[in-house]
């Protein structure tokens, strides 16, 4: 059974830190694109950092230099690191893995940072 399931949300105050974890069930992230999107409300979806099969890494411009994604393989697990965390951060975190056809999505994990 397919399965993502983000935690490490919370309410931390602007300028704190947070590591979101996506722990993978069913299928090996090494093997897959794995990404971290975000939506807060009213707001479409939007990606946040990714992280490809060989390794590579990308970032929105948001949150280059304060978020960073990565694996453990050994975990089949992905994180984000979130440093320097703004009011605007605040949003439901979905984790999320693709790889041809697949596409698998976890429940999604609440960040509220206050001013």
């Known amino acids: 059974q397919v399965q993502l399931v983000e935690s490490g949300g919370g309410l931390v105050q602007a300028g704190g830190s947070l590591r979101l974890s996506c722990a993978a069930s069913?299928?090996?992230?090494?093997?897959?694109?794995m990404a971290w999107y975000r939506q807060a409300p009213g707001k479409q979806r939007e990606l946040v950092a990714g992280i490809s099969s060989g390794g590579s890494t990308n970032y929105a411009d948001f949150v280059k230099g304060r978020f960073t994604i990565s694996r453990v393989n050994a975990k089949n697990t992905v994180y984000l690191e979130m440093n320097s965390l703004e009011p605007a951060d605040t949003a439901v975190y979905y984790c999320?893995?693709?790889?041809?056809?697949?596409?698998?999505w976890g429940q999604g994990t609440q960040v509220t940072v206050s001013s």
């Open positions: 999320n893995g693709r790889r041809g056809i697949a596409n698998n």
């Open positions: 069913g299928f090996i992230v090494s093997l897959y694109a």
